[in-house]
């Protein structure tokens, strides 16, 4: 389950918080600490494309770990591209630590992400944040003539 929010449950106590219920195989559930892994950061870039040869609004999204480009792409609206944005870094981050990756269901990552702002999600066990691009980039010297 893809969930955006602040804070997780136990964050910052050593993850003693309480049992989470955790979904068997069978459909049943049961109650045990699931460990988290955190720390894990993305930075994006969102922005609209310029109008070309297509009637409608376009917005480009680009999803980094470091200086390693992960996915990118563009979609229709900035909610459409935040969610794939969101989903994008769920895929990436389970597979970074050799999870299995969460099944992408309609409802899921949804909601819409203002270029430029912070976004820390809850991912299964992965907690990440998501950070705008170019807060990262280095502030070029002002040149002096």
């Known amino acids: 389950m893809l969930v955006a929010r602040d804070r997780m449950p136990g964050a910052g106590r050593g993850g003693r918080g309480p049992p989470e219920p955790v979904e068997i195989s069978d459909g049943s559930t049961s109650l045990r600490r699931v460990p988290t892994v955190e720390g894990l950061q993305f930075s994006y870039a969102l922005h609209p494309l310029p109008p ?3 009637p409608f609004r376009r917005w480009r999204w680009e999803l980094w770990h470091g200086a390693t480009l992960v996915a990118a792409g563009w979609r229709l609206s900035r909610p459409q591209a935040g969610r794939a944005l ?3 870094a769920a895929e990436f981050g389970h597979r970074l ?10 409802h899921h990552g949804g909601g819409d992400l203002e270029p430029g702002t912070a976004e820390r999600l809850a991912i299964g066990p992965i907690t990440c944040l998501l950070v705008p ?3 990262e980039l280095p502030v070029p010297a002002p040149s002096r003539p």
């Open 133 to 135: 691009r170019a807060l």
């Open 52 to 54: 070309g040869r297509l």
């Open 86 to 88: 969101r989903l994008s």
């Open 97 to 106: 630590f050799g999870l299995q990756a969460p099944t992408r269901e309609p």
